[in-house]
């Protein structure tokens, strides 16, 4: 029960999602380092929340900000070139 993205509800014991980690439960997370995450939040790649002195994380940010890097696969990118190619009006020929 040490996931760092699920605490455990004190009256009933059942899991619960948690919705911000701090920048260490998120790097471990994520499976980066925590001087990558550091620099993904100075660049703002990922957004984060500061309050005080307390950075966090919210998994929703997490998800989006490694969503940017996903690489479709083959099948997907050679769909979306063919619906291009529909789109694409042909150059007029003289």
Do not use: H
């Amino acid at each position: 029960m040490n996931d760092p993205a699920t605490i455990v509800d004190k009256g009933t014991g059942a899991p619960l999602a948690r919705l911000y980690l701090r920048p260490d439960e998120a790097a471990r997370a994520i499976g980066v380092s925590r001087r990558t995450l550091a620099s993904w939040q100075a660049t703002r790649v990922i957004g984060f929340r500061r309050v005080g002195r307390t950075i966090l994380f919210s998994v929703a940010d997490i998800q989006a900000a490694l969503d940017r890097y996903r690489i479709a696969p083959i099948s997907e990118a050679l769909e979306r070139k063919r619906r291009m190619q529909r789109i694409t009006p042909e150059p007029a020929t003289k």
